[in-house]
Nanobody, 122 residues
Framework: QLQASGGGSVQRGGSLRLSCATS????????IGWFRQAPGKAREGVAC????????FYSDSVKGRFTLSRDNAENTLYLQMNSLKPEDTAVYYC?????????????????WGQGTLVTVSS
């Protein structure tokens, strides 16, 4: 299971940290990350980390502003989001893939958590 939290409302330029608490699967063996979906738009891959080697991947739209980190003791993944923009407004979903990262194709991710809403106002 994946339990996402940390969403909220911020102004442009603000920061938020999302958390994804995992359970029921080997945290160290999965690629774990985040997708988001804005109203009327398709789901978009945002960031992902290969737990085996700690390699992180980011979409071009968030690179340099968002950072993944994880707490292995707590089996929790974090997404630090800085310099937020109104276009970052979306429901953010925590996802997991038993294979190493191969891209942001939604169907590759077999475990999805519930979403957490991030709203960035201008």
């Amino acid at each position: 299971q994946l339990q996402a939290s940390g969403g909220g409302s911020v102004q442009r330029g603000g920061s938020l940290r999302l958390s994804c608490a995992t359970s029921g699967f080997p945290f160290d063996d999965y690629a774990i990350g985040w997708f988001r979906q804005a109203p009327g738009k398709a789901r978009e891959g945002v960031a992902c980390i290969n737990s085996k080697d700690d390699t992180s991947f980011y979409s071009d739209s968030v690179k340099g502003r968002f950072t993944l980190s994880r707490d292995n003791a707590e089996n929790t993944l974090y997404l630090q989001m800085n310099s937020l923009k109104p276009e970052d407004t979306a429901v953010y979903y925590c996802v997991a893939n038993r294979r190493s990262f191969r891209g942001f194709k939604p169907s590759d991710y077999t475990i999805w958590g519930q979403g957490t809403l991030v709203t960035v106002s201008s």
